[in-house]
């Protein structure tokens, strides 16, 4: 059984990560921010695999959402989606903040996350701890990072890091090399859950190897 996400025509470089995941041979991925699995499920049908982090019960557990047009649904979530595909021995889920996990969790080959540092509850700790707690998670040496952004529109976000202009995710990443970086301008998004009308948007990507600390690149 197919199952699609409640996310899924949302704006997303992801087809880059997955590119790059390929050529490298990736077999452990981690997905922080994980929802209700638009980016795990294709991972784990990939035969990769997945640490999916998310602290939202709804998005893994499901429950009722309102869709565009004001149209009542009921989520599945990343729960719900991986049992229909008899996926769940693919994906070992952690239901916690991303800061508040075991900072001895083994490393995967991977780490992928979507916009997930952008949230105002997040606005009070500092961008530098998620960068860092995520770039912890992946593999040393060797390790692919790779993050989509969004970018500040509204002059709100001018006021807060956490929205990142072009080039300054490179000062959370020093010593990592670049393997993608690309930005948009600023963009419609069709509405979509949690942002039923149109809006605008500017999105970042970066895609970075983890350097080994004995060469020091």
């Known amino acids: ?24 041979d990736a077999k452990t991925v981690s997905v922080v921010g994980a929802s209700d699995g638009k980016f795990v499920l294709p991972l784990a049908r990939r035969g990769l695999q997945v640490r999916a982090i998310e602290r939202d019960p709804l998005a893994l557990c499901g429950g009722p959402v309102v869709l565009p047009g004001n149209r009542p649904a009921n989520m599945l979530g990343l729960r719900g989606r991986l049992a229909a595909e008899g996926l769940e021995h693919m994906v070992e889920v952690i239901e916690a903040d991303l800061l508040d996990i075991d900072d001895t969790l083994e ?4 780490v992928w996350t979507s916009c997930s540092w952008h949230y105002s509850a997040n606005h009070h700790r500092p961008l530098a701890q998620f960068i860092n707690r995520m770039t912890t998670l992946c593999r040393t040496p060797g390790g692919i990072f790779g993050a989509e952004f969004m970018m500040p529109v509204e002059p709100r976000h001018h006021a807060t890091e956490h929205y990142l202009e072009a080039g300054e995710i490179r000062r959370y990443l020093t010593g990592w090399p670049i393997l993608w970086e690309t930005y948009t301008p600023a963009f419609i998004e069709a509405p979509h859950v949690e942002q039923l009308q149109e809006h605008i948007h500017r999105m970042g990507l970066v895609i970075a190897r983890c350097p080994d600390p004995e060469r020091g690149s």
Do not use: I
Request: charged share 20%; proline share 7%.
């Open 1 to 24: 059984m197919s199952t699609v996400s409640v996310w899924q025509e949302t704006k997303t470089f992801f087809p880059l990560f997955l590119e790059q995941l390929a050529g490298d």
């Open 107 to 110: 490393p995967t080959d991977a």
